[in-house]
């Protein structure tokens, strides 16, 4: 049974940037927003340090200095409007939260505190600044928390634990809405709307060690990716030195922001080596980088020789307590090691995608080299590329794309809802959706989808990683086709129609394959080293061939077709970058 | 200090690295499936799996190889979702912050209760989010909005700072007594998000949320059992929070 439902406009995905967008639309035109998990067990929720703004509450600052520092932390692949855009409303984006009751922690005279964070300088790198506004270590936590009040109190409405599977398109390219899978029933919903957001996060589970959520399967790069939508610097993704041996769980850059120091098995400070002058305080993907080489030339240690260590033992254990409090209780839960009298074994981890689906500064998904407008097609936070992360994010800067992006998505959907006429359904719309499921569904015997998923997780934390090379990712794009032959076999145990998690963990695993299949396209084609994108063949930024976005298009025949597109420069001309 | 070295060394056996070690887990779930009957039933596995792997990884390893049927919820697999509460061994705790030692050699697994079971360990969640919305969860401040931010002092943002913790798991209301026995009960974690703005400067509904509260269903129903307090993943003083609601209705203080 089929039901089709009605609405102005869809906002996919039910984080941090879909509530943001949920939020504006809501009071404009009729939205329902369309979300596989309860919104409050969204990943957002998982941010720690601090989403960033030039209020100069505490220090002089300037949106200016904040769009610096974020178009050199993206290696100069940043949109460099964008980051303007970004970096200029992020102030009333915080006042606005404020005024929402977020519990920002305060100055003592009642002011939003700030505090400093990788990469945030003043007066274009001259000094550190405080910049990130916080509420204690659960920023992410208590953003995603208030978004969701904001939404309780416009009666906003959710369709809760509906899975998004298809984005329907009519044949001129309007989008016409989206067919979701009902978990609690296994029914098909179709949803036509005038205007679809996708807000659905990333998809660090193509990596066997990762910060992001077991749900974080690129669903909706993927699903866009199907229907003809190019997908951007999908080889940019970011690896945070500092995840938890074995689980990845994350351990915030703030430790090595209040004195912690990296090392390795022999107790060496080896990023002295690496950086002599900034040592621990190095941007992300160089201190994962020499964590890399240090495990490569076998001073790792834990039962693989793949860790590393991080030691606070030095911090006065007040300023633990009360500064690093998630450090402490994950070291202590999941390791059962005392961060306060021993290193805390850590691994590089996959954690946040930079690239995803292209759009312009109001969310408007964009293909080509012309930006052509996708009519009535919309994304923001993770799963978007705007681009103002380029190739390497900083800290803090997620959940500001989030609320800034997902609020300008959000107000330019409801204003195209508003003017279009609601298109007409594709023929057999839900077809192609019951194919895929039922594929599934019905094979007695095949391949275990748990095996696919973990071979794919193994197979691109080795050689899709912090380096690359030309030989490793020939071998990963062999190994993907493989792994697609192996799940186009794929059986699962559960066949029912109530909460069929199975089933919904497969199709994830499609999804998984379908961006490292982007992942490792663009990562082949790039050939120079730039941010979190390096080649050991290659180990140079070049700007002269490589100033450039990638756009990796899925064919037909399964191939796929890359295209490029300039950076949008502005007032900062590519540097060296140092710290 | 320890070096890393001396750590990896360490003849400690109850720590990550040392040499790989194994542990027998017996993991015993109530299991309902309306597809096949409307009668719950257990199933038990037995699995080997390393002390430290966390017990929602463990359910994992039996939904992926033993029996795919298996349904739970879970997410971010670190405390911070409050997707995969459970009863477990007795008591409400999530998944994901429980080890294979902490439980070992036997552990029993059932859904949080007094929430409707959808299948297996998966509940209905609409009426604990219906107690939830009732308290009118959000600030609500008619005097004019500010044009930048409205000032609070670091003292008048503690008084709150531990029920804004809350991740609306449902650990809490699913270990009270009274709710299990009476589902019109409004539950501790209700309470407790009306309790983060009842208490939050900023915020002027406080007396509209104590009304709510006051009914018969709100918060008098509460026999301070502490149940929620020991439940709570994220460490909140439950039952504090509930005793200063009631006092602040009794006294109209907050």
Redesign the interface.
């Known amino acids: 049974m089929v039901t089709t439902h009605t609405y102005d406009a869809l906002v996919i995905g039910g984080g941090g940037a879909g509530m943001a967008a949920a939020i504006e639309m809501s009071d404009r035109v009729r939205t329902a927003v369309i979300s596989k998990l309860y919104p409050t067990r969204s990943h957002t929720g998982a941010a720690q340090g601090g989403v960033c703004a030039a209020l100069g509450n505490v220090e002089e600052d300037s949106p200016e200095w904040h769009a610096f520092d974020t178009v050199k932390g993206g290696d100069y692949l940043v949109d460099q409007p964008a980051a303007m855009v970004m970096c200029e409303e992020a102030i009333p984006a915080i006042y606005q939260l404020e005024r929402w009751g977020l519990p920002f922690n305060r100055t003592p005279d009642g002011k939003i505190d700030q505090r400093r964070f990788g990469g945030h300088t003043a007066e274009h790198g001259e000094r550190p600044v405080k910049r990130a506004c916080y509420a204690a270590d659960r920023t992410g936590h208590m953003i995603l928390q208030t978004l969701y009040q904001q939404c309780v109190k416009r009666d906003v409405r959710f369709f809760n634990e509906f899975y998004c599977l298809d984005l329907l398109r009519t044949d001129d390219g309007r989008t016409a809405g989206v067919v979701a899978y009902e978990l609690a029933t296994g029914e098909l919903h179709v949803f036509r709307a005038k205007a679809v957001i996708f807000t659905t996060g990333g998809f660090g589970r193509a990596y066997k060690v990762t910060s992001n959520a077991h749900t974080l399967t690129g669903d909706g790069p993927s699903l866009v990716w199907r229907r003809g939508i190019p997908l951007e610097d999908m080889e940019m993704f970011q690896f945070h030195p500092t995840g938890l041996a074995r689980l990845g769980v994350l351990l915030s850059e703030a430790a090595r922001g209040e004195g912690g120091i990296v090392r390795n098995k022999d107790g060496e400070r080896f990023m002295e080596r690496y950086a002599p002058t900034i040592k621990d305080l190095a941007p992300r993907d160089l201190v994962s980088r020499a964590i890399y080489q240090e495990i490569k030339e076998g001073r790792g240690g834990g039962p693989n020789g793949d860790w590393t260590f991080l030691d606070i033992t030095h911090l006065d254990p007040k300023v633990i307590e009360e500064k690093l409090p998630d450090i402490t209780e994950f070291a202590r839960i999941y390791l059962k090691v005392e961060p306060t009298k021993e290193p805390v074994p850590i691994q590089p981890t996959a954690h946040y995608a930079m690239g995803g689906i292209p759009t312009d500064v109001d969310g408007r998904v964009v293909t080509g080299e012309n930006e052509d407008i996708v009519p009535g097609l919309y994304s923001a936070g993770e799963c978007a590329c705007v681009s103002v992360h380029g190739a390497n994010r900083l800290g803090t800067n997620s959940l500001l794309d989030l609320l800034v992006f997902g609020k300008r998505a959000g107000v330019a959907a409801a204003e195209d809802a508003i003017e279009a006429d609601l298109p007409a359904l594709p023929a057999n719309a839900t077809e192609p959706t019951l194919e895929m499921l039922n594929r599934i569904l019905e094979r007695d015997k095949g391949d275990n989808m748990a095996d696919i998923r973990k071979e794919l997780q193994t197979q691109m934390f080795d050689l899709a990683f912090v380096v690359r090379t030309a030989e490793g990712l020939t071998k990963m794009q062999e190994i993907l086709g493989g792994l697609r032959e192996r799940f186009d076999r794929v059986a699962i145990g559960d066949k029912g129609s109530v909460f069929n998690m199975d089933l919904m963990e497969a199709v994830e695993v499609g999804f998984l394959l379908d961006c490292s299949d982007a992942i490792v396209a663009g990562s082949l084609v790039r050939e120079e080293s730039r941010g979190a994108h390096f080649r050991e063949d290659f180990p140079l930024r070049d700007d002269a061939n490589w100033l450039k976005h990638t756009l990796a298009y899925r064919e037909d025949d399964g191939s796929i077709r890359m295209e490029y597109k300039p950076v949008k420069m502005g007032p900062y001309v590519p540097m060296e970058r140092k710290y | 200090?320890?070096?890393?070295?001396?750590?990896?060394n360490s003849s400690d056996d109850?720590?990550?690295?040392a040499?790989?070690r194994t542990i027998s887990l017996t993991v015993r779930v109530r299991r309902f499936?309306?597809?096949k009957s409307q009668e719950s039933w257990w199933d038990e596995w037995t699995l080997d799996c390393d002390p430290?792997d966390?017990l929602v990884e463990v359910l994992?390893e039996i939904?992926?190889?033993h029996?795919?049927?298996l349904?739970?919820?879970?997410?971010?697999?670190?405390?911070?979702?409050?997707?995969d509460a459970m009863m477990i061994n007795g008591r409400n705790a999530l998944a994901c912050?429980l080890?294979a030692e902490d439980v070992a050699p036997k552990v029993t697994i059932e859904p949080i209760r007094g929430l409707p079971v959808?299948?297996?360990l998966?509940v209905d969640?609409e009426p604990f989010l219906d107690g939830y919305?009732a308290v009118l969860?959000?600030?609500i401040?008619d005097s004019g909005?500010?044009?930048?931010?409205?000032?609070?002092?670091?003292e008048d943002?503690e008084r709150?700072?531990d029920t804004?913790?809350?991740?609306?798991c449902a650990c809490c209301t699913t270990s009270c007594p009274i709710f299990w026995g009476d589902d019109t009960y409004i539950g501790p974690a209700a309470i407790v998000n009306a309790h983060r703005?009842i208490f939050?400067t900023?915020?002027e509904a406080g007396r509209d949320r104590m009304k709510i509260l006051s009914e018969k269903t709100g918060v008098f129903r509460c026999r301070t059992t502490f149940n929620c307090t020991d439940a709570c993943p994220r460490g909140i003083e439950v039952t504090k929070a509930i005793q200063e609601v009631k006092r602040a209705i009794l006294f109209e203080r907050f």
Request: proline content about 5%.
């Open positions: 200090m320890a070096t890393a070295a001396e750590v990896l109850q720590r990550v690295g040499k790989a499936n309306p597809e430290l966390r994992h939904k992926w190889y029996d795919g049927t349904a739970f919820r879970r997410s971010c697999a670190h405390g911070i979702c409050g997707s912050k080890l959808l299948k297996d998966i969640m919305k969860p959000y600030l401040n909005e500010p044009s930048a931010e409205r000032l609070q002092s670091p943002r709150y700072d804004t913790k809350c991740i609306l703005f939050d900023r915020d």
